[in-house]
Structures are given as C-alpha cells and as structure tokens.
C-alpha cells in the first residue's frame, strides 16, 4: 500500500480507533513531554494539529501544524527483534512514516502509521499510566492499531 493513497497534504486532527476507544478522548497531541493521547478540550486545539507533508520515503507528520521548520513524529531506531518507543517530538532528522489505508469499508477510514521498511506500526502502550503512552507495536501481534485523520485546512 502507498502512503497517504487518500489523504492530501494539510493539516489533520488525528483520532486512535478500536475497540472500547472512544475517539473524543484520544486524539494524538503534542504535550511538553512528548506526544499522547488527550481528549477534545482538554488541551488547546492547536497541540492536537497536525501537519502531514509527503516526504522522501513516507510521509511526515509534524507539529506544530502551521510552523516551519517543525518538529515530526519521532521514534528512536527500533532495532531488530525489539520494541520500539515513539519518542518524544524532535526537530532532526524528520521522521516519515508510511500511511496506510485498511481496504474495510468503515467511516471514519482507518489507517495505519507505520514505520517505512518494517513490521512496526504506532500503538497505544499497553503500560496503564494516564495519560496514555504511545509506542511502536509489531503489526504482526494482533489488529494494529488503527488512527482516523479529520481534515481541518491546507
């Protein structure tokens, strides 16, 4: 599947889907330490903006939403056999991701963000801490994690 096969460039809201997830209360933001999950209104709407640019290789997805140079979505290298972490928001390099669309037939249209070249894909941690933590999951390991992008601009 190519990346962002159905989304344009601008800037998303970015929703975590799934079983017993309610989408008002885990939207992606970015918080001083690092990216979570918060719910609508419970943090100012700009630090749940996201940026998704094409980029070589992916796509990045950037913070904040309307500055440049921005941080992006950011994970340490996972190395192999091993569970990698999404880190915190980090200016270099520009991570990219693979954006994939599930072919299921469901509004919103879940995706996938995955780690070019790899079985890894963004997950909620399974660590029960508040707010919720985010890390990389093997897609393998059951239903990976899906994620609902809402347009707000270009």
Known sequence: MSSLSNLRNGTYRIFALGEGIAPEAAILTA???GVTLAGKGAVPERE???RVERAEGGSAIQFPAQIIPSASL???EPEKGERGILGP???FPTRVWNIEPLPIGV???PFVIRVPDTDLAVGISPIKIFP???GL???GAGEPQTWA???IRE
Do not use: G, N, R
């Open 89 to 91: 928001l980090s200016d």
């Open 107 to 109: 509004i919103p249209e």
């Open 31 to 33: 918080t001083e330490q």
């Open 149 to 151: 992008f809402e347009f």
């Open 48 to 50: 749940q903006e996201w």
């Open 74 to 76: 950011s994970y340490k």
């Open 132 to 134: 919720p933590q985010l």
């Open 137 to 139: 999951q093997p897609v």
